[in-house]
């Protein structure tokens, strides 16, 4: 099945994926909130960890095999960084050292995530930027070697207050440290369908980078990337977000029952869906119209990529919800469509709040088109809650210059 990412310029791919990045971030911000309410504080900042600790491993040694980066040295672990999710550039605007193969440096001169949670006081952001950051960044590491270590120089809480960097942390690899395991929740979502899909391979007769082979670089470079490589990247940030989403319903379902864990992960999925459309159009310049809401459906995370989730646009209508690896997995796809409709309706609103979804067909698969409405309708709740972040507004400055980074 064609990516419908394949449908855009190479241009556009350069100024979608990090924006796409952006939008994988925000699953926390989206879902943790929830599970706050639900369980407290103590237990929220264990979803987090279990999720983050399931899905990072796997989707970084996705990424590193797409884009021939593969190895076992501290470059391989912060180009990996790069093009994670938990790291999207600028918001999470890491600073690289790298001293030898062993040995390196990163720092965050921006965290939007401190950003969020520094004004819900000490308690919170200790949860985060220890509780969470801890077992997480080496968890992330383990995808490139076990024998990495990720230690703090210095973090939040901020002394003195507005300290800058953010914070400030080693990358040593010993032989002598203790092997890093993959968690429970990782060898589970490993057996995942979005753990083993197969996407299109990148062509590398395609013009501009085919790869992120050679040095490490100060800033991605998007644009010097082919449109091949772009379409598979995208593809594969999506798919770190499925990841990361089977990892949160895997800790959400551990503290809940079947209905309760419905509800939060439908919660996440509207709050996610409304924001993602809104940058999405807004990143490309669509419309604010059915056919500029339809459009970012197409590419939506939701329904890419396309040959996880099976889904088509196809005469001013989207398909989807039936049999899929997405599907089987019970990922975004299962909680969509004529049973529940408040995701896509959040979607379709952040393009434009006169604008509802109405749905033909049921569970086993169903069409969705869009419709305009009289009125605008009020945000819903889930999307205003997500609108803490300052992700929800966050925007990106052009103008960096990628510089490879040589050890000093």
Not at 275 to 284: H, Y
Request: hydrophobic share 40%; aromatic share 6%; with cysteine.
């Amino acid at each position: 099945m064609k990516s419908p990412y394949e449908s855009l310029s190479r241009e556009q791919l350069a100024v979608l994926l990090p924006e796409l990045l952006l939008i994988g971030h925000m699953i926390d911000r989206s879902g943790l909130i929830w599970c706050l309410d639900a369980f407290g504080q103590d237990e929220m900042t264990q979803v987090s960890i279990e999720e983050w600790m399931a899905a990072s491993p796997v989707y970084t040694g996705r990424m590193q095999r797409a884009l021939k980066f593969e190895g076992t040295d501290v470059v391989t672990i912060f180009k990996g960084i790069q093009l994670d999710i938990g790291a999207p550039p600028q918001f999470m605007d890491f600073r690289y050292t790298v001293h030898d193969p062993n040995h390196g440096e990163f720092q965050l001169d921006h965290c939007g995530a401190l950003m969020d949670v520094e004004p819900m006081g000490e308690e919170m952001v200790r949860g985060m930027c220890h509780d969470i950051e801890d077992p997480t960044f080496d968890a992330t590491a383990v995808a490139t070697n076990p024998k990495a270590q990720v230690r703090p120089v210095h973090r939040p809480p901020r002394v003195p207050a507005g300290r800058t960097p953010h914070c400030q942390w080693t990358v040593t690899i010993d032989e002598s440290h203790p092997e890093v395991y993959p968690s429970e929740g990782c060898l589970e979502v490993r057996q995942s369908r979005a753990a083993t899909v197969e996407l299109a391979p990148i062509d590398p007769a395609d013009d501009g980078r085919a790869d992120y082979s050679g040095p490490l670089l100060s800033d991605v470079d998007f644009a010097a990337f082919s449109k091949s490589a772009l379409v598979r990247m995208a593809d594969e940030v999506c798919l770190e977000m499925h990841l990361l989403n089977l990892g949160f319903i895997r800790a959400v379902r551990a503290r809940a029952d079947a209905a309760r864990t419905r509800e939060i992960c439908v919660k996440q999925l509207t709050g996610l869906a409304g924001l993602a459309s809104e940058r999405i159009a807004r990143a490309l310049d669509l419309p604010a119209d059915a056919g500029g809401a339809l459009r970012v459906l197409e590419l939506h995370p939701v329904f890419n990529p396309s040959v996880y989730v099976n889904a088509t646009v196809d005469g001013g209508e989207i398909k989807a919800g039936g049999p899929s690896d997405s599907a089987a997995d019970g990922t975004w796809i299962s909680l969509c469509g004529p049973d529940e409709p408040k995701p896509l309706a959040a979607a379709v609103r952040g393009v434009d709040a006169r604008l509802d979804v109405a749905y033909t067909g049921d569970s086993s698969g169903w069409t969705a088109r869009v419709v305009t409405g009289p009125d605008a309708v009020d945000e819903c709740e889930e999307v205003q809650v997500t609108r803490f972040s300052t992700g929800a507004g966050f925007a990106f400055q052009s103008g960096r210059k990628s510089i490879p980074i040589t050890p000093v």
